[in-house]
């Protein structure tokens, strides 16, 4: 079992920034991929960024690129998403997610999922 936490979201005005946190305890989650999705209001969960188990690797949605950083700290169980120009269309609920099965955009391929913090950004 891994139980993840996420926390640093909040009220922002449009071209600001933000940090999500992920907190992760149980298993262990050096050795999982972890990945952002957001959920906007009336819209399916999305894929946001993924990072390899390692750090090594990063990939992340076209609608994000450029603008957000994801990060981990194997030494401290968490992942990050550093979220910078935010828009009014980055309004939703990011999940934080771990996958020991594979590393993909797929919601499917990730067994644990956090409760969701919820970011607004106004205009």
């Known amino acids: 079992q891994v139980q993840l936490v996420e926390s640093g979201g909040g009220l922002v005005q449009a071209g600001g920034s933000l940090r999500l946190s992920c907190a992760a305890s149980g298993r262990t989650f050096s050795t999982a991929n972890m990945g952002w999705f957001r959920q906007a209001p009336g819209k399916e969960r999305e894929f946001v960024a993924r990072i390899y188990w390692s750090g090594e690797r990063t990939y992340y949605a076209d609608s994000v690129k450029g603008r957000f950083t994801i990060s981990r700290d194997n030494a401290k169980n968490t992942v990050y998403l550093q979220m910078n120009s935010l828009k009014t269309e980055d309004t939703a609920v990011y999940y934080c997610?771990?996958?020991?099965?594979?590393?993909?955009?797929?919601?499917?391929?990730?067994?644990?999922w956090g409760q969701g913090t919820q970011v607004t950004v106004s205009s």
């Open positions: 997610a771990a996958s020991f099965r594979g590393w993909g955009t797929n919601e499917n391929e990730y067994d644990y």
